[in-house]
Each structure stands twice: as structure tokens, then as C-alpha cells.
């Protein structure tokens, strides 16, 4: 069963990534760094207590 998040981790989870632009800006110059999209995931995973496997599956979106 899939789990549902709250208003409120969703926000988190977008203030912590929008701190993160190699994530989602293509144009970024850490985009292509595989080594820095899995620090910024950590820490992501870090501050949101989610295991890094199941958000570093975001990276595709």
C-alpha cells in the first residue's frame, strides 16, 4: 500500500529539494555530477528522515 504524505511534508520535502537545483534544473552545472546528486539526495534524506533509495527515484521526474 502506497503512503500518503501530508500538506505539510509535501511542502517540506519541496523546500528541501528547491535548495537542491541539480535535481531538477537541467541546466545546472551539477546536473550531470552523479556524486553531487547523491550528496544533495542525502541530505535531503537527512532533513526529511526518508531512506535516500526511495527519494533518489524522484531524479527522473
Known amino acids: 500500500?502506497?503512503?500518503k504524505f501530508?500538506?505539510?511534508a509535501n511542502f517540506?520535502?519541496?523546500q528541501f529539494t528547491e535548495q537542491e537545483p541539480?535535481?531538477?534544473d537541467k541546466c545546472?552545472?551539477?546536473c550531470t555530477r552523479q556524486d553531487k546528486l547523491d550528496l544533495a539526495w542525502e541530505r535531503i534524506?537527512?532533513?526529511t528522515n526518508e531512506f535516500?533509495?526511495?527519494l533518489s527515484s524522484?531524479?527522473?521526474i
Open 22 to 24: 541539480g535535481i531538477y
Open 52 to 54: 535516500v533509495s526511495k
Open 1 to 3: 500500500m502506497a503512503r
Open 45 to 47: 534524506s537527512h532533513e
Open 6 to 8: 501530508d500538506k505539510v
Open 58 to 60: 524522484f531524479e527522473t
Open 28 to 30: 545546472h552545472r551539477d
Open 12 to 14: 517540506v520535502f519541496v
